[in-house]
């Protein structure tokens, strides 16, 4: 039997945390294993980060994961954060990188690597990690990917959520490889619903994952007609998770983007597959 765990955007800047309390709620009440909370991603800042952690935890009680990236940070800073971290009572970190870009180039921290040994030099945190069934798009080779997911683990993290796939050979060759070099962590299959064409083409455009050609003909079929997408999106999805359960993955990550409500309608399909 399996488990769930979501992930989710902390609200925009000018939203407040209020914006995110109904999705909580809803994820909430589906009982996942965490609920993990993205850093400074597109428009969100590292407070509201804290703030939608605090809220998972002290209001919903569900473990809150709060994502940190290192991409334009000092160690110093990093360690500030974590204080801050700590100070709430937020002791899950997923460890990354995080994309570098003009405004968030490497200043001393240059892989999620570096970012863990600071986070075990100050102490206390639970280390979780991403993974790459397709590698990551800097990667001349998938395998090497497994390789980082090894140094990883000998520093100590307990969990690995991949990035989104939509066709699951590749998380199961990716499992198979790091479990023969010895990465003991739970690793986790990250799934995303194919909802909307633009938001589909983006994600694939910025991680690199490819799009099945059965998923293809069904995103050009659906493309003018939102909620035959979101209807075929929720299905494939659901099934995708279905055969990683049936293949013994204990348990699934699904980004949400926020929505409860098809989060909650994917939970329904699969749910007796769960715990
Ligand atoms: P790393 O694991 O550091 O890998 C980056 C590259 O460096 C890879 O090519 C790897 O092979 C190579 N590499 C890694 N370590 C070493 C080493 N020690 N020696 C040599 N080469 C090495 N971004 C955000 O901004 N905010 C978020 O909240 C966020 N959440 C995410 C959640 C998940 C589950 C995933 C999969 C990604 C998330 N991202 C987020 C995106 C992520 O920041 C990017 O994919 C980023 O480009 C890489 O981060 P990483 O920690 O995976 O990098």
Known sequence: MAKISFEVFPPKKDQGINHINDCIKGLSSLKPEFISVTYNAGVSTENLTVDTCKLI???YNVNAVAHLTCAGQTTDSIINQ?????????????ALRGDITPEKPIIELRYATDLIKVINDFGGFEVYASCYPEGHVESKETDKDIDVMKMKDDLGVIDYISQLFFDNKFFYNMYEKARNIGVKGQI???????????SV?????LCGASIPRKCAKYISKYKDDKDSLVKWGIDFASKQIIDLI?????VIHLYTMDN?????QIYNNIKSFLD
């Open 82 to 94: 974590l204080k801050i971290f700590k100070d709430n009572n937020i002791t899950r970190v997923l």
């Open 201 to 205: 083409s983006r994600m694939v455009s």
């Open 246 to 250: 049936e293949n013994g993955i204990e």
């Open 188 to 198: 986790e299959p990250g799934i995303m619903p194919i909802l909307n064409v633009n």
């Open 260 to 264: 409860a409500t098809i989060a909650t």
């Open 57 to 59: 935890q002290e209001q």
